[in-house]
């Protein structure tokens, strides 16, 4: 067991990536993809490049081992499944085709997709042949057109196509008897009742088909019959309008041959659209509603199949594996995150909520193996990304987040000394972690041994890597606020002054330690600490150091209940943090009133044109960026000092 594997040892001169191990000559593609696939396990277009190869140069059992791989990182993603019986299906091999569609048609991990079911259809009817196989044969496909109907058509709102192929086949088959009429009739019947009562995309057209159908087969029972249909076509065609506005612009292509299959329709690793992810969940809460009135049984089958179908097109977003979990029971929610991790096996969300299952059960083993496998997987796309030349920061916190959960969850598994030996760990990764880590240590053993020495010595070790991260200092800071260690904050703050290269997180230790000795220690320490600050940072204003240093509660109350007009902590931020952003001078020429700053907002829309709005909503909100990207104020007065807008009539005039 392994979350510190070698290559996280050894730092990046340890490590070859597969794709670069060995110089391959051009001729070799396979070896070429076989590198890529175990590079980026994910990448199913890759695998598909190696099976369209291998099935180029005849080698069958090659590309079936190809996809065999595939099914077993992604047994719900069904278009695999259609892809290769679909070939099997062409080449007449039938024995493995059938095997399969039982393979992922049933079992705990069945597939439910129409695209699928179509392939299973397609197999029945062949394997059953009417003009060889007569009645028998006919009973044998209507079977598996009712079993298509009710596992998977019933639940589909684009399922016109296979409506319309059950029809056809009850349309063209020929009695022989008035018996034989008579049972195509009930049958013909029968399927449009059901068919009529769901909202599918060809409803409309179905049922004017449906009661031109009944007029000549009996006028006399037509109005009957279709008056018996009318109130749940009605509503069917209601929900179906329904689910059409709340759905539009859902995306929803999925291949069903080799050819077809390309990026475009292939969902590719860590790439999923934010919009996309909405419309599926607004499709489950509508499905949640059971509009349709459905018993249990039938509804929770409705919902599950919407959950899969979700799966087909965000088969990377960790969202839907784990809202999918939360629906499901406890035994499948399980599998479903098993399932999940396969495709997403860096996914902190699923590895976490898996986590939590085995050790609710006390499966302390699999707990571990469960975060040990998405830290070794972390780890080994930090290498690949430092190789590239991209930056790692990200990444870095990200093996740093999910090795301080483990901490945590050891602790409470196994007790504290588990928890250390964790740390333990991390001290050797000191060049991979980030600073997170010694905090999290700190808080861990200060609140389970109520201790706050130890605490401190993982803090100061923490500083012998991070005394240049103002981040660090400030949350060092933090902790021994809150354990009212005062002798050791003036020796942290003095310093660091000298170390933090970061001047917004300098601002923010200087006004820390300002607010603590105003509210903890006495005025001529704050003024003798605001007076250096004031040196250091002149171009700040003062009130804003003033009204921030009576903050109640992390509550600027003085801006909110006084000096309303001068900007909130919502207009801006102090630093990456928390705070004012005092390196940005404000203007006091817009209002002296009382109005509130959501006031002054909600009427400045009115003077800004509807082009600019819809361009403000297409750009990322403040909170994904962690400094000014642009200063504002700067920009401002560039443009007023150094551009020459023409006025709108000497533009007329010229």
Not at 1 to 27: C, D, H, L, V, Y
Not at 77 to 83: A, E, K, Q
Not at 403 to 418: D, E, P, Q, T
Not at 605 to 614: S, T, Y
Request: charged fraction near 25%.
């Amino acid at each position: 067991m392994s979350a510190t594997p070698e290559i996280a040892k050894n730092g990046s001169t340890g490590f070859i990536r597969p794709t670069k191990r060995q110089i391959r000559p051009e001729e070799d593609v396979e070896g070429r993809l076989r590198d890529v696939i175990e590079e980026r396990p994910g990448d199913i277009c890759t695998y598909l490049e190696l099976v369209k190869l291998l099935q180029s140069r005849d080698q069958q059992e090659e590309a079936r081992s190809v996809f065999e791989q595939l099914h077993e990182r992604f047994p719900l993603f069904s278009p695999l499944w259609t892809v290769e019986v679909g070939y099997d299906l062409e080449r007449d091999e039938f024995s493995h085709a059938g095997s399969l569609l039982t393979r992922c048609l049933s079992g705990a991990l069945e597939n439910n997709d129409l695209g699928l079911w179509f392939m299973y259809l397609d197999f029945v009817r062949r394997k059953n042949n009417l003009i060889t196989g007569g009645e028998e044969a006919r009973g044998v496909v209507l079977k598996a057109f009712d079993a298509v109907a009710t596992k998977c058509a019933s639940w589909e709102p684009r399922s016109s196509a296979f409506w319309n192929e059950y029809l056809s086949f009850l349309e063209h088959w020929k009695p022989v008897s008035k018996w034989e009429e008579q049972q195509r009739i009930d049958l013909t019947r029968s399927l449009y009742k059901r068919m009529l009562c769901i909202p599918f995309d060809g409803l409309e057209r179905s049922w004017n088909k449906y009661t031109q159908w009944e007029q000549e087969v009996n006028s006399l029972t037509a109005r009957k019959f279709i008056g018996e249909l009318s109130a749940n076509y009605m509503k069917a065609r209601s929900l179906y309008r329904e689910w059409n506005n709340i759905t539009k612009g859902i995306k929803r292509v999925l291949p069903s041959r080799l050819s077809q299959c390309s990026k475009q329709t292939i969902p590719q690793p860590g790439e999923y659209q934010v919009e996309q992810i909405h419309l599926w969940m607004d499709w489950i809460k509508w499905e949640l509603q059971n509009k349709l009135d459905l018993p249990d049984e039938f509804h929770s089958q409705r919902v599950d199949y919407v959950y899969k179908q979700a799966i087909q097109h965000l088969l990377f977003a960790p969202e839907i594996w784990y809202n999918y979990s939360m629906y499901a029971s406890s035994e499948k929610a399980r599998d479903i995150l098993i399932q999940g991790l396969k495709a997403s096996p860096g996914s902190t969300t699923l590895t976490f909520k898996l986590s939590e299952h085995f050790e609710v059960q006390n499966e302390v083993e699999q707990m571990q193996n469960c975060f040990e496998r998405c830290i070794d997987h972390l780890v080994l796309e930090y290498h690949i990304m430092s190789d590239d030349g991209q930056d790692t920061y990200s990444q870095r916190q990200k093996i740093t987040f999910v090795y301080c959960i483990y901490m945590n969850a050891m602790k409470r598994v196994s007790g504290l000394s588990s928890a250390r030996k964790i740390f333990g760990k991390c001290r050797k990764l000191k060049d991979l972690l980030t600073h997170e880590i010694y905090i999290e240590n700190a808080y861990l053993e200060f609140h389970n041994n109520n201790d706050h020495k130890t605490a401190c010595k993982v803090l100061e070790l923490g500083l012998k890597y991070f005394s240049s991260s103002g981040e660090y200092v400030n949350k060092y800071l933090d902790f021994l606020i809150l354990i009212n260690q005062d002798g050791l904050i003036k020796p942290l703050f003095e310093s660091s002054l000298d170390r933090i290269v970061n001047l917004d997180e300098l601002q923010r230790i200087y006004k820390k330690v300002i607010n603590y000795e105003s509210k903890f220690g006495n005025l001529t320490n704050a003024y003798s600490i605001e007076n250096r600050f004031f040196e250091k940072f002149p171009q700040l204003e003062k009130i804003e150091v003033f009204t921030d240093r009576y903050q109640v509660q992390n509550a600027n109350l003085i801006k909110s209940l006084e000096l309303t007009y001068l900007p909130g902590d919502d207009d801006f931020k102090f630093g990456s943090v928390n705070g004012t952003n005092g390196g940005l001078k404000r203007s006091r020429g817009l209002s002296q009133s009382g109005d509130s700053a959501a006031q002054k907002r909600h009427k400045s829309q009115d003077f800004v044109p509807e082009n600019v709005l819809d361009l403000l909503r297409l750009l990322p909100k403040r909170q994904y960026f962690k400094t000014a990207v642009l200063d504002a104020e700067k920009l401002t007065r560039y443009l007023t000092e150094n551009v020459n807008i023409p006025s709108s009539e000497s533009s007329t005039a010229t």
